[in-house]
């Protein structure tokens, strides 16, 4: 089977293959609007999920190198809030290494369903990082700071709230200009799902019982916060990826230093921000993806091969699958 006939099968939202400057695949596939069957097309805005915490970790980053904040630097002495049973002396590398213990508001070794959340909690009332905190403030620590690695939401919405306390601007307001119009970037953002800018794909949910789509909009945040939520486009991640790794968002030695291994546990490795995938040869691949319901996203960097795999899917397709036979069946 062709890669493209392949692809028509699997994949309904966006891919793009790229080897150095060199675009290999780059193909839409399906509807940003079902009802309307509007296409989706390679300019189409999808939503990430909790591949938005790469962005994050790049802008705390940002900050550590212009001297603003530290590694060391606690959340006792950055948050202005009332922490509670919340150790105050979690770090900055802690948050980012999801190994602060700090209690998760979406814990995935417990909730299977991320619309879960709002069953007792509006999901409308989330549009910044702060309308979080009535979900994790009052829960006790998860395990002592720095025992272990569990992946952590609630970590990376502190890291959020950190960006705005160090800043004074809003973290997403921070991220665009920093990072998202700097680079050129431009279809980029963390949107409002009532606001919604142009060229945005709604995401969708199949429910067996109705044997029928419907459309996330009551089952993720209305808004993304520091724990994930950015609309992008396979492009714009294209351009990211050329922006780190060229040095230009952080310097080439921070740069290293978050593509390595920080943390790791039964999940894998972790840097800063980033997952790392150790291949056969004991080299890492570092990754960032996000999972929602109705929405799935992947980005890989194979070193190597000097290849980036970016896929994403408003039909929550996998996409991880999709991924690992790419490598191993049309690009090995």
């Known amino acids: 089977m062709e890669l493209e006939q392949y692809l028509e099968t699997q994949l309904r939202g966006c891919i793009q293959i790229k080897e150095g400057k060199n675009i290999v695949a780059e193909k839409a596939f399906g509807y940003a609007d079902l009802a309307n069957e509007i296409p989706n097309t390679v300019d189409t805005k999808f939503a990430t999920a909790s591949a938005g915490k790469v962005f994050v970790a ?88 720095g025992t272990r690695f569990q992946y952590n939401n609630t970590g990376y919405v502190c890291l959020g709230m950190v960006i ?29 799902l009532d606001r919604l800018p142009s060229k945005c794909a709604n995401s969708y949910i199949f429910e067996e019982e109705r044997n029928s789509y419907r459309t996330n909009i ?53 840097g800063y921000g980033v997952w790392l995938k150790k291949e056969s040869d004991g080299t890492f691949s570092p990754y960032f993806q996000g999972c929602d319901p109705g929405v799935s996203f992947i980005s890989v960097y194979q070193p190597k091969s000097n290849r980036v795999f970016t896929l994403v899917s408003n039909y929550g397709d996998n996409v991880w699958k999709i991924t690992r036979e790419l490598k191993e069946q049309y690009l090995a």
């Open 58 to 145: 790049t802008g705390i980053l940002q900050l550590i190198e212009a001297g603003k904040l530290s590694f060391t630097d606690t959340i006792g002495k950055l948050l202005d809030i009332d922490l509670k049973a919340i150790d105050p002396d979690i770090t900055v590398e802690q948050l980012l290494t999801h190994t602060s213990g700090i209690p998760d508001y979406f814990d995935e070794s417990v909730m299977e369903e991320y619309e879960e959340l709002w069953i007792d909690y509006p999901n409308y009332k989330i549009r910044t990082n702060q309308d979080l905190l009535p979900l994790f403030i009052d829960k006790p620590m998860m395990y002592p700071k």
């Open 164 to 192: 705005e306390a160090i800043t004074g601007m809003p973290f997403d307001v921070y991220l665009k200009e920093n990072i998202f119009d700097k680079y050129e970037m431009f279809s980029t953002g963390y949107y409002e």
């Open 218 to 270: 009551y089952s993720v945040d209305v808004k993304g916060t520091g724990a994930g939520g950015a609309f992008t486009t396979v492009g714009d991640i294209s351009k990211f990826w050329e922006k780190l790794l060229s040095g230009e968002l952080i310097s080439s030695a921070m740069v290293t230093d978050m593509l390595k291994v920080h943390s790791e546990g039964e999940d894998g490795y972790y």
